[in-house]
């Protein structure tokens, strides 16, 4: 059973930095692309951010040139590497793994950009 928990979430100032983990489990770790989704109350979970198993990343417009995902499979652990953050960057931040028919999600963690 997949199981996907992700941590390092906070409240931060706008300009600050956060680096997000998503620790996985249960799950052959290095298969999986794996992702990055935000959401606020009353909008729809959107693309932050996505690595391949093969290392190849994505990111969102909103995420170009700020954010940088990475992960390490010795670990089965996914980042998500925050900077120059700003108060539209927060949200709950989901990590998602997927693998032909597997779709995995965690609990989230909330990023707060405020001063």
């Known amino acids: 059973q997949v199981q996907l928990v992700e941590s390092g979430g906070g409240l931060v100032q706008p300009g600050g930095s956060l680096r997000l983990s998503c620790a996985a489990s249960?799950?052959?770790?290095?298969?999986?692309?794996m992702r990055w989704y935000r959401q606020t109350p009353g909008k729809q979970r959107e693309f932050v951010a996505h690595?391949?198993?093969?290392?190849?990343?994505d990111y969102a417009g909103s995420a170009k040139g700020r954010f940088t995902i990475s992960r390490d499979n010795a670990k089965n652990t996914v980042y998500l590497q925050m900077n120059s953050l700003k108060p539209e960057d927060t949200a709950a931040y989901y990590c998602?793994?997927?693998?032909?028919?597997?779709?995995?999600w965690g609990q989230g963690t909330q990023v707060t950009v405020s001063s």
């Open positions: 998602n793994a997927i693998r032909g028919s597997t779709n995995s």
């Open positions: 249960g799950m052959s770790f290095s298969r999986y692309a």
């Open positions: 690595i391949g198993s093969g290392g190849n990343t």
